[in-house]
């Protein structure tokens, strides 16, 4: 499998334009989480998907930020319009299951990140 | 508030030491505890994940161990080498509520292995 694949992996923008980052999960995974990464703030969770539901978007900062998994093997996570402090690497991760038992379940299981730098 | 602490945030050795890095978690009342490996500028690779009915979990020179009455993970590096240079994570998965199925992370730990 080639993992969780992230596209764009680096993107800069300016302020006011949209943005949209891309993620393809590992097939067989039924969760999808998505992560952002600062230096101040260290990894937030935004938002995670069960079975391509949303199950907890409670880390998404505001409306400007949306997310969408329309099938299993495919997520968006859109900006709209962006700010020089949405500057951050954003990162996908998927798991098999979110119960707490099973061996081998509930590894997540990380891309490589997007940089997204918005001038 | 259910959060994660990491100590030390950083730390320097030389190599062939053994080394202990600490994780403590406010709840006790997780499902699983994950530690994770992080070089700059790449994503996060998953090193070792404890259940919550274990106590610990070893891959390598790799040990870590779980209390979760305490509220504490301990990971344990035998003989570092220059190559375990990197920032390591742990990650809570807390049980109940909204918090089901997501990870709180910690700050990280910084390490340096000098050769």
């Known amino acids: 499998d080639a993992g969780v694949i992230q596209s764009p992996r680096h993107e800069v923008t300016e302020m006011g334009q949209e943005v949209t980052l891309r993620c393809k999960p590992i097939?067989?995974?039924?969760?999808l989480f998505w992560y952002r990464q600062t230096m101040m703030r260290g990894l937030e969770l935004l938002i995670y998907?069960?079975?391509?539901?949303?199950?907890?978007d409670s880390g998404m900062p505001e409306d400007r930020f949306s997310a969408k998994m329309p099938n299993a093997s495919f997520s968006t996570l859109k900006i709209q319009p962006s700010e020089p402090r949405d500057s951050a690497v954003y990162f996908c991760?998927?798991?098999?299951?979110?119960?707490?038992?099973?061996?081998?379940?509930?590894?997540?299981?990380f891309g490589a990140g997007s940089r997204l730098t918005v001038l | 508030k259910q959060e994660v602490t990491q100590i030390p945030a950083a730390l320097s050795v030389p190599e062939g030491e053994n080394l202990v890095l600490n994780c403590s978690f406010t709840?006790?009342?997780?499902?699983?505890l994950q530690w994770f490996r992080q070089d700059p500028g790449k994503g996060l690779t998953s090193l070792l994940l404890?259940?919550?009915?274990?106590r610990e979990q070893t891959s390598g020179r790799l040990n870590a161990s779980l209390d979760k009455s305490s509220g504490r993970s301990t990971l344990y590096i035998a003989a570092s080498q220059p190559g375990d240079s990197a920032t390591y994570l742990c990650?809570?998965?807390?049980?109940?509520?909204?918090?089901?199925?997501?990870?709180?992370f910690g700050q990280g730990t910084i390490l340096t292995v000098h050769p």
């Open positions: 991760a998927s798991s098999l299951g979110t119960s707490g038992s099973g061996s081998g379940a509930n590894v997540l299981t």
């Open positions: 097939s067989g995974h039924n969760s």
């Open positions: 998907f069960n079975n391509n539901v949303p199950i907890d």
């Open positions: 709840d006790s009342a997780i499902y699983n």
């Open positions: 404890i259940q919550s009915s274990q």
């Open positions: 990650a809570v998965r807390y049980a109940g509520g909204t918090s089901y199925g997501k990870l709180t």
